[in-house]
């Protein structure tokens, strides 16, 4: 059965509060996540989902989530270059991209390589 909300006043939209905003983008970016069912639990409309991941990633504060692997695990089939040996840090791009900066390589110019990248 239906569930139906009425809403009285004068405004007549709901209001969603930045952490229910958050918990919803999160579930719709969960890897395997189909927007528009998570919109359907949600009851809100796939398009505001886009709406608000855009909103996010425009206050976003420059800090990403890290997941940190065993040296074997970040390149299982290029084990025996001796680049892959020493400790580095691997990003990738929404999935399109993957850069691996070695340890030895300045800040300055890990920075302006990654900026340049997620443009």
Known sequence: MAR???FSG??????WTDEQKRAI??????PGAVVSAVARRAEVCPGQIYRWRQEL????????RVL??????AAPNLADRAVD?????EI???GQ??????RTVPPELAAAVVKALSR
Not at 10 to 15: D, G, N, S
Not at 85 to 89: C, N
């Open 4 to 6: 139906v909300e009425i």
């Open 10 to 15: 004068p405004e007549r939209r709901r209001h």
């Open 25 to 30: 983008v999160a579930e719709s970016l969960a």
């Open 57 to 64: 990633r425009s206050i976003a504060d420059g800090f990403a």
């Open 68 to 73: 940190i692997a065993p040296p074997e695990d």
């Open 85 to 89: 040996r020493e400790p580095a840090i």
């Open 92 to 94: 990738a791009f929404a």
């Open 97 to 102: 991209v993957q850069l691996r900066i070695p």
